[in-house]
């Protein structure tokens, strides 16, 4: 199942295009969801009682409108419609539960508002086990490369094992980029690093973590894309050439479990395409 939000907003439309286009690739019911949140307007001295039924109607016929544009993108998909109470962040980290993805435009109105990082793309992205996938509203044509970001660490591997089925569904391009960095320390008088030796280790580091990825998947073609750089530089520069960047995200600590990383933070505000973030 694949669930997209939606609050009729030029970027959600994108969205539910996005997600339409990804249950078919991936043969997977889609559901959309519209988050009905009265509390804002039940504070005051004198509320609008009629207010409410205004905002099912509302949710309603964008849910309407949500329908009919997923059936054009793709009528052999099973779309149904949900609306729900509550809150957005909360109502998608419940419907999170057994999802292959959750899908959101990139800034919203009403049921889903925020800016590109506002509290439902941070919430959600930081707080939810599987891929959430934030789609800008602009068109841009298809490309056919994925990238990913790795890095040294185990949790990247749920990022590379999404960027792998998604190149491969597509029949694209996956370029795996890790951009490494000297310690600052390294810049200081009489401190000798071999750069030969270290861009060889950091290949080392790429190559170990596609070892397996490469025998499950060969039909995909891989390029390594390692570089001195700063990551989130070198992550927005691959993504004005791909139709999805897929970054893993994974905190330190008790935060982590509520905040996206630097990085994810990072080329979710850059990125020229759509972001796929994939919590450990």
């Given at each position: 199942?694949?669930?997209?939000?939606?609050d009729?907003s030029?970027?959600?439309?994108?969205?539910?295009?996005?997600?339409?286009?990804?249950?078919?690739?991936?043969?997977?019911?889609?559901r959309i969801?519209?988050?009905?949140?009265?509390?804002?307007?039940?504070i005051?001295?004198?509320?609008?009682?009629?207010?409410?039924?205004?905002?099912?109607r509302?949710?309603?016929?964008?849910?309407?409108?949500?329908?009919?544009?997923?059936?054009?993108?793709?009528?052999d998909?099973e779309?149904?419609?949900q609306?729900?109470?509550?809150?957005?962040?909360?109502?998608?980290?419940?419907q999170a539960k057994?999802?292959t993805?959750?899908?959101?435009?990139s800034r919203?109105?009403?049921g889903?508002?925020?800016?590109?990082?506002?509290?439902v793309?941070?919430?959600?992205a930081?707080?939810?086990?599987g891929?959430?996938?934030?789609?800008?509203?602009?068109?841009?044509?298809?490309?056919?490369?994925?990238?990913v970001?790795?890095d040294?660490?185990?949790?990247?591997?749920?990022?590379?094992?999404?960027?792998?089925?998604?190149?491969k569904?597509?029949?694209?391009?996956?370029r795996?980029?890790?951009?490494?960095?000297?310690?600052?320390?390294?810049?200081?008088?009489?401190?000798?690093?071999?750069?030969?030796?270290?861009?060889?280790a950091?290949?080392?580091i790429?190559?170990d973590r596609?070892?397996?990825?490469?025998k499950?998947?060969?039909?995909?073609?891989?390029?390594?894309d390692?570089q001195?750089?700063?990551?989130?530089?070198?992550?927005?520069?691959?993504?004005?050439?791909?139709?999805?960047?897929?970054?893993?995200s994974?905190?330190?600590?008790?935060?982590?479990?509520i905040?996206?990383g630097?990085?994810?933070?990072g080329?979710?505000?850059?990125?020229?395409?759509?972001?796929?973030?994939?919590?450990?």
């Amino acid at each position: 199942m694949i669930i997209v939000g939606v609050d009729g907003s030029v970027t959600a439309r994108a969205a539910v295009e996005w997600a339409a286009n990804d249950a078919f690739r991936m043969r997977e019911p889609l559901r959309i969801v519209h988050a009905v949140d009265r509390s804002p307007y039940q504070i005051g001295k004198f509320p609008n009682a009629a207010l409410p039924d205004t905002l099912l109607r509302e949710g309603q016929r964008i849910l309407r409108e949500a329908l009919a544009l997923a059936h054009e993108r793709q009528p052999d998909v099973e779309v149904t419609t949900q609306d729900i109470e509550g809150a957005p962040t909360e109502v998608l980290r419940e419907q999170a539960k057994d999802t292959t993805e959750i899908v959101l435009g990139s800034r919203g109105l009403g049921g889903f508002a925020g800016a590109l990082l506002g509290s439902v793309s941070t919430h959600v992205a930081g707080r939810v086990h599987g891929p959430v996938v934030v789609v800008r509203g602009d068109h841009q044509p298809v490309r056919g490369e994925i990238v990913v970001g790795v890095d040294d660490s185990p949790e990247c591997e749920p990022a590379l094992a999404y960027a792998f089925r998604q190149a491969k569904l597509r029949g694209s391009t996956l370029r795996v980029v890790h951009a490494w960095q000297l310690p600052v320390h390294a810049f200081a008088p009489g401190v000798p690093y071999d750069m030969d030796e270290i861009r060889t280790a950091q290949h080392q580091i790429v190559s170990d973590r596609l070892e397996t990825f490469k025998k499950e998947y060969p039909q995909v073609t891989v390029v390594e894309d390692v570089q001195s750089a700063q990551p989130v530089e070198a992550l927005t520069d691959a993504s004005a050439r791909a139709d999805l960047l897929v970054v893993g995200s994974h905190g330190h600590g008790a935060a982590g479990a509520i905040l996206l990383g630097s990085v994810s933070r990072g080329v979710l505000h850059h990125a020229r395409c759509p972001v796929a973030v994939v919590r450990a």
